[in-house]
């Protein structure tokens, strides 16, 4: 039995180290556990196209990871998307993906992090984000980097969540499953989780980063939301020039 356990750890460690840094954080929070779940992130693209129906041109997902969102974004218009994120592995499976998709001519990565996004002023038409702020070193200098990049008319759909349209049977499981941890072995660490994914705390540095208008979106990581699903949303837009005055 011991030696069971013990090879059980071991793989566990195998697993976490193969993944990268944040993947092996959630693993270690037991997000794998959700992996049983319907895929989340389909949902979430459609969200992002209803509340932005976004321009065509310069898209980027930012914290990309694998194009977990990249690829269903693609797919589900015919605009190209740059993935950024620090984790360059990540970013080459999305990349193998797309190719595998015939997709290869509409996605591209660069490697860099929110707090300093790689890109010129004013030029972005839809930046992305799903489940990355939260692992941010300072998510309120990303936003106003966010801000920075987006072009007149820009704009940003950033947070985290299930999608509008999951299976409310799947919303419950994810649900139920988090607060059966909160009181489990792992309580601290989803505690902070779950504090993390507050729409107070999204406003917090939503205010921090000075934008000027933003709307916060859904409940949080354990509550759903009539209009948004599970999950907390940072929605913005940069206004467009007048050239009336
Ligand atoms: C949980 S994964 C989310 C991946 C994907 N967007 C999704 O929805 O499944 C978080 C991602 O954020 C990235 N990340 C961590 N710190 C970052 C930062 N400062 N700027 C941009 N991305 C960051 C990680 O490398 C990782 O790929």
């Known amino acids: 039995m011991t030696n ?3 090879w059980m750890a071991l793989l566990g ?3 976490a180290a193969s993944l990268a840094p944040s ?13 049983s779940l319907p895929n989340r992130h389909v949902y979430v693209v459609q969200d992002i196209l209803k509340t932005c129906s976004p321009q065509k041109g310069f898209w980027v997902d930012l914290g990309a990871g694998k194009g977990q969102i990249s690829i269903p974004l693609i797919e ?3 605009n190209p998307l740059v993935m950024l994120d620090p984790n360059a592995e990540a970013m080459t499976e999305g990349l193998t993906t797309a190719r595998e998709k015939k997709l290869e001519h509409r996605l591209s990565a660069v490697v860099g992090v929110a707090e300093a996004m790689p890109f010129p002023d004013n030029t972005v038409d839809l930046v992305v984000s799903r489940g990355s702020i939260f692992f941010w070193d300072d998510p309120a200098k990303g936003l106003r ?3 920075r990049v987006l072009r007149p008319g820009g704009k940003a759909y950033i947070g985290g969540g299930a999608g509008s ?3 409310k049977w799947a919303v419950e499981k994810l649900i139920e499953g988090r607060q059966r941890k909160l009181k489990g ?8 989780f779950i504090e993390l994914r507050r ?3 999204m406003k917090q540095w939503a205010e921090a980063a000075g934008l000027a208008a933003f709307q916060v979106m859904g409940k949080g990581a354990v509550s759903d939301d009539p209009a948004i699903g599970q999950g907390v949303w940072l929605f913005f837009e940069k206004p467009s020039v007048s050239l009336s005055n």
């Open 23 to 35: 993947q092996a954080a959630d693993a270690s929070q037991g997000l794998s556990g959700e992996q």
């Open 185 to 192: 072995a792992e309580a601290e660490k989803w505690k902070r």
């Open 76 to 78: 589900a218009t015919d």
């Open 13 to 15: 460690s195998l697993l």
């Open 4 to 6: 069971r356990v013990g």
């Open 145 to 147: 980097e966010v801000w």
């Open 165 to 167: 349209g999951y299976p």
């Open 199 to 201: 729409p107070e705390q």
